[in-house]
């Protein structure tokens, strides 16, 4: 059940989204729609009490019974989820884990990846993308993105290839996943790995495939704030081929294989503890339902504010690398929104928007009392860690990936939002640009 008040959608194949004071006859964006609830409240970006009260009985019956069980690290729970997993994900293989930095990790350390080796990546995603590859000895090499899904552009991909190319480690960033169809076509007339960074987008897919299920091997994270969140920390690593997942399983256990105190590689320690597994059961039979919620919100978002991407809004896909880098153009647009790839399914664990106008968007928001956050301020290469000179790296332009840090801006959509709250965010964000439409 959800939350009293909460968008609750039942499994269509249409999501409708129940309206409060929207005017009918009036375009999106009309000054007739900024019509705040009577009563406004702090709305936040997420709000973890909320999923687990939707939920209660059946979390805390599976705590009980892990407790019960004495057995809490591996083990029968965790099997469990792995089947699980793997079955909704449509892959053969899936390996718990504690974290998702732990399954990018092991990801690269089961491929064999390591010094002298070169594996392309997004410079704009969180910063353990990055140091998973410096970790192993690894060179990080940073390609420009997409756009409109913010995942590798594959024409700049296939600009840094190279000798010590051994891999592409692709991102699919707030719930949308990248194209993996041409990252993967690339990869395998390169005879390259393809490493999937799927911690942001359990459940989305790409023409009909989904995330976790393209690559040699994917990576997942059960961080709380999660679409699927455990409560703690938590990872999975998923593969089609089983010599590798059965490596991944050894290097998660110190290198131990089947005699507990023989170790045959150099492993780590990095299980999946079975209260979180228990947790993440039950929460996963929610996940189509919850996506669904995500997706409605977002599609109420975009209704909305479809009108102030209409005034001379710019096209990013007009500019080469090449002008961008020399002379990027005055913004023009008021507001970018998401645009979710035709052949995808976007769940929206962000509902990140673009404004050059970011500073004074923000403030406004919060004013309003509506939350909002920078996911990321800073590209990869330009972290102090990178500038250190510590660590090897090497990127090619990036235009397209420094033009969208300066502008992201996310605003809160999460399953148990109410109706008042949505149309909070709703009318503060119409209100700005409203405010600065050109004339």
């Known amino acids: 059940m959800s939350a009293p008040g909460s968008i609750y959608l039942h499994r269509t194949n249409t999501a409708t989204f129940p309206l409060a004071d929207h005017v009918e ?22 709000d973890l009490q909320r999923e687990y009260r939707s939920i209660q009985a059946e979390i805390d019956e599976a705590c009980h019974g892990v407790l019960d069980s004495g057995q809490y690290v591996l083990g029968a729970e965790v ?19 504690a974290s998702g930095t732990d399954a990018l990790l092991l990801a690269l350390l089961a491929l064999g990846i390591g010094p002298g080796d070169e594996v392309i990546t997004s410079p704009f995603t969180f ?20 756009p409109d899904t913010y995942g590798l552009a594959p024409q700049s991909v296939t600009e840094l290839m190279g000798p010590r190319t051994r891999a592409v480690l692709a991102v699919h960033l707030f719930g949308q996943m990248a194209d993996v169809s041409q990252l993967s076509r690339l990869c395998r007339q390169a005879g390259i790995w393809l490493v999937e960074d799927a911690a942001q987008a359990f459940g989305a897919s790409w023409q009909g495939r ?16 999660k679409n699927l969140g455990a409560a703690g920390d938590g990872g999975l690593v998923t593969t089609n081929q089983p010599e590798l997942a059965q490596r991944i399983r050894v290097l998660r256990q110190q290198g131990v294989r089947d005699s507990r105190y023989c170790h045959e590689v150099l492993g780590i320690n990095s299980r999946l503890d079975a209260l979180q597994a228990a947790i993440l059961r039950v929460k996963l039979r929610h996940l189509d339902d919850w996506n669904q919620q995500r997706q409605a919100i977002a599609a109420r978002y975009i209704e909305s504010w479809a009108a102030f991407v209409a005034h001379g809004q710019e096209d990013i ?50 004013k309003d009392g509506v939350a909002s956050e920078i996911y990321y301020p800073l590209l990869l290469p330009d972290q102090p860690v990178f500038q250190s000179g510590r660590y090897p790296w090497r990127s090619g332009p990036l235009p397209v990936a420094q033009r969208i840090c300066r502008e992201v801006v996310s605003v809160p959509i999460f399953p148990q939002l109410t109706v008042a709250e949505v149309e909070q965010v709703i009318c503060s964000v119409q209100s700005f640009f409203a405010a600065n439409v050109p004339s």
Not at 128 to 145: E, K, L, M, N
């Open 79 to 97: 099997e469990a989820f792995e089947q699980e997993a793997a079955n909704y994900l449509h892959v053969e293989q899936a390996v718990g884990c």
């Open 25 to 46: 006859d009036e375009p999106a964006g009309s000054m007739a729609q900024l019509r705040f609830p009577a009563t406004r409240t702090h709305v936040p970006m997420l």
């Open 127 to 146: 910063f353990a993308t990055a140091a998973a590859i410096t970790r192993v000895g690894a060179t990080p090499v940073f390609a420009d993105i997409e």
């Open 317 to 366: 896909h007009s500019h080469t690398s090449a002008r961008l880098a020399d002379n990027p153009p005055e913004p023009r647009a008021l507001l970018h929104l998401p645009q979710p790839a035709p052949q995808a399914v976007h769940i929206y664990h962000q509902f990140t928007l673009r404004t050059a106008q970011r500073t004074a968007f923000r403030e406004h928001l919060a």
């Open 210 to 225: 989904p995330a976790g299920a393209w690559g040699d091997v994917a990576a997942f994270s059960f961080y709380p704030t």
